[in-house]
């Protein structure tokens, strides 16, 4: 089916080890985005792309570094991972005119611990 | 900046009967969207609805309605005949246009339950 695909779906690590978030997306989206969930807080945009080639902070982008690899694909990756970053993180795609939703992936649930 | 405000942290209703949840919504943007997801205890964002700001009539998607206030700057979800499979965490979203076009800020969300 098509849809946005998260890769892993959980993930421990220890405070300090590095990990990158995968994400591919086969709806020929231009535009693709890396949200973080935490209880009480909503989601809240850490990074997004645009387009092919474009990457963007969002609202709170310190602690990660994205990569847009080609139009389907777009990483997220922790360098040196700390417990604050214990989220559940969403990959997102979308059209930027597009009426309607966006699509999200399933989530990757991370515990830094 | 866009910001998107929900006031209830949880609603409760009886199965059968319609609900509304509440958004509020900031941004001077003149032409932007409003959106509801809906997140099952399994995790997964489910789109619900979308209103556009130019749009003249309320959205409206099965059970599913959006009362659009756009001088109140409110985007309301209201829920007819609620079912227990409605039980689940509803977040209210916005698209604003130009530099903040691409992105989607998220209220905090309401916590619905549906009683037998």
């Known amino acids: ?113 | 900046a866009q910001k998107i405000t929900q006031t209830q942290p949880g609603m409760f209703v009886q199965e059968k009967e319609a609900v509304t949840l509440d958004c509020t919504y900031d941004t001077s943007d003149q032409s932007y969207g409003l959106f509801w997801y809906k997140q099952p205890s399994s995790g997964e964002m489910i789109f619900l609805i979308y209103q556009g700001s130019y749009d003249e009539q309320n959205a409206t998607e099965g059970r599913y309605s959006l009362n659009f206030q756009k001088a109140r700057k409110s985007a309301n979800l209201v829920i007819s005949a609620s079912q227990l499979g409605d039980s689940a965490m509803y977040f209210c979203a916005m698209r604003g246009s130009g530099g903040s076009n691409y992105k989607l800020t998220f209220g905090k969300g309401t916590l619905l339950t549906v009683n037998p």
């Open chain 1, 1 to 113: 089916n098509a849809g946005v695909t998260q890769t892993p779906k959980f993930q421990v690590l220890k405070t300090g080890q590095s990990m990158t978030l995968q994400c591919a997306q086969d709806m020929n989206h231009n535009s693709m985005y890396w949200y973080r969930q935490d209880p009480g807080m909503g989601l809240r945009l850490i990074y997004y792309s645009a387009s092919e080639g474009t990457t963007d902070k969002g609202e709170v982008p310190n602690g990660y570094n994205v990569s847009r690899l080609n139009k389907r694909e777009f990483s997220l990756r922790l360098e040196s991972a700390a417990p604050s970053q214990t989220s559940v993180y969403f990959c997102a795609s979308s059209e930027v005119l597009q009426v309607g939703g966006y699509t999200f992936g399933s989530g990757t649930r991370l515990t830094v611990v």
